[in-house]
């Protein structure tokens, strides 16, 4: 403790810096500029996952500059380091895609690998794309040092014949394109308009998900780290982040005193709230897992189920991040959880104050149309549904903010790639009513869980069947996704889960109301098909994707690494 009554910041750098012992070590960083003053500061890291590789993350070397300057302005020493990123959209429809969900675990290893070795007194991680917030978060919780992780911002939206248009209409015009409703020119006016800069995807698509979970997790700073990427006040928000991880090192708050089961809920309701993408079911369970909480797959539909669908944004609804930041953001929306007693006011933001007291200065924007007041909800429930049955014994995770369809009974179309439905789908071989079966796409089966968004894509980009198809997957769901669209099922078929017993024409039922999904075959009759059934060999023998397959939890847990 100092003489201030504050923790003393250097605490855990001091090993490494402190004394005459450690010459080697301050020889090594002289020799790339630190003078002697700046070694014996407060050690802030600083995890940068830039990189040229997509818009998401492009500008982060411009927002670690200004973190770098508030850093060095409350009298720290910031020291940048990179991380992995993959870029969701880029892969998507690819082999490249299975490596984005493990791309999580390695973001997570490899920050918290570097702090380690490197006895950081605090940490920012700054991140723009769908894994990189995850991961960090689940670095920081590990690492429990003082910490905070900071959104590098939504992109500026797309225009196009006088509309806003994010990447989600490029890939459903993907699926008009091949259906003949446009022409090669309609689609190359799309690609063209749909992302004018730098930022990620601008729906309630996962990034923005993530990034406004983690205002309401309390691990990024409300109202600094939501700023759209293109804003001239984004380096200012940076800059005051900079400032901040200060002031967090000087009073010891640390991720353990931030992520608490309450916080984690407060989470939960915001996604729910929102319409966010189902990833953040796998997410949330994965930092839950990272802090040692309690936290089942079930206890999103329960608080999903009293939690009001309140915020208007793409994929399911009209608006796009800028417009909700515009609106009044989170610090708004919390303030209509926290007076509809939804949320714990009494949770700790890493800027110091609750969320009571952050949601106080909430200003909304006078005729704003994003986030819907309480007696105004669009819908009175959240927008993600757990399901299971005989097809998801351990759940499934559904989406229902976009669409209204809430029982559905089809045939099976069952393939075991993702690229074999999207051929069927492209060649007009998918038909009104029918569930389309994705499986062997799970976290071993693929490995890597793939997204489903070019197939969704299609699907939402045919009118015939946008609103009479289903489809149901092992694998994931890109928070563009929009339609009655069942993923994680669990237990995967890789693992001899049920969704590997169906076969095509089954029919296959989308009870949402009673929360079931099944396939109409007696018990005896799967049984009997399972007992037939070959665990399929590794799709890789060596490397990366192999350690993922032997250590890999079920989609149930958050497909965690063990």
Known sequence: MSSNGTHNPKKYSIPLTEGPNRAAARSYFRGIGFTKEDLHKPIIGIANTWTEIGPCNFHLRQIAEAVKQGIREAGGTPMEFNTITISDGITMGTEGMKASLVSREVIADSVELVARGNLFDGLVAIAGCDKNMPGTVMALARLDIPSLMLYGGSIKPGHLNGKDITIQDVFEAIGSHAAGRIDDAGLEAVEAAACPGAGACGGQFTANTMAMACEFLGISPIGLSGVPAFLPEKLAASREAGRLVMELAKNDLRPSKIITPRAIENAIASVAASGGSTNAVLHFLAIAHEMGIPLSIDDFDRISSKTPLLCDLKPGGNYVAADYHAAGGSRLLAKRLIEAGLIDGSAINVTGKTLNEESADATETAGQQVIHALNDAI????????????????????????????????????FDTEQDAFHAVESSQIKPNDVIVIRYEGPKGGPGMREMLQVTAAVAGIP????????????????????????????????????????????????????????????????????????????????????????????????VTQ
């Open 379 to 414: 819908k009175p429930t959240g927008g993600l549904v757990i399901l299971k049955g005989n097809l998801a014994p351990e759940g499934c995770v559904i989406k229902v903010a976009g669409h209204k369809r809430l029982d559905h009974r089809g045939p099976a179309r069952v």
């Open 464 to 559: 015939e069947l946008s609103d009479t198809v289903a489809l149901l997957t092992d694998g994931r769901f890109s928070g563009a996704t929009r339609g009655l669209m069942a993923g994680h099922v669990a237990p995967e078929a890789a693992d001899g889960g049920p969704i590997a017993a169906v076969r095509e024409g089954d029919i296959i039922h989308f009870d949402i109301p009673n929360r079931k999904l099944s396939v109409e075959v007696a018990d005896n009759e799967l049984a009997a098909r399972m007992k037939t059934w070959q665990k399929p060999a590794p799709k890789f023998n060596r490397g990366v994707f192999r350690k993922y397959i032997n250590t890999v939890s079920s989609a149930s847990q958050g497909a």
